[in-house]
């Protein structure tokens, strides 16, 4: 089991930064990638960016440009660098990992709000 836990959301202005944080612990050897959901109200939970062990990192094409994902495997944490921040990033934003040994073993963090005045 893998548990994970966000930090570093909160109220910003248009334009503005913040930089997530997600701590991995537990069967941290079982991960494959890390990566951030998001999911504004009435609407889907969507892909942002991920990053796998070897470093290869996708980005939505929303936020190409302005997001970097980077991972730290020494600290098992996983960061999302949020630059050029528009009203349409506000959502709850989560971090996920996947397991390399299933598909289908995924993990999810509790989430931590964005939200992003114009």
């Known amino acids: 089991q893998v548990q994970l836990v966000e930090s570093g959301g909160g109220l910003v202005q248009a334009g503005g930064s913040l930089r997530l944080s997600c701590a991995a612990s537990?069967?941290?050897?079982?991960?494959?990638?890390l990566g951030w959901y998001r999911q504004a109200p009435g609407k889907q939970r969507e892909l942002v960016a991920v990053?796998?062990?070897?470093?290869?990192?996708k980005y939505a094409d929303s936020v190409k440009g302005r997001f970097t994902i980077s991972r730290d495997n020494a600290k098992n944490t996983v960061y999302l660098q949020m630059n050029s921040l528009k009203p349409e990033d506000t959502a709850a934003y989560y971090c996920y990992a996947n397991s390399k040994y299933s598909a289908t073993i995924v993990w999810w963090g509790q989430g931590t709000q964005v939200t992003v005045s114009s």
């Open positions: 990053i796998i062990s070897g470093g290869t990192a």
């Open positions: 537990g069967s941290i050897f079982s991960i494959n990638a």
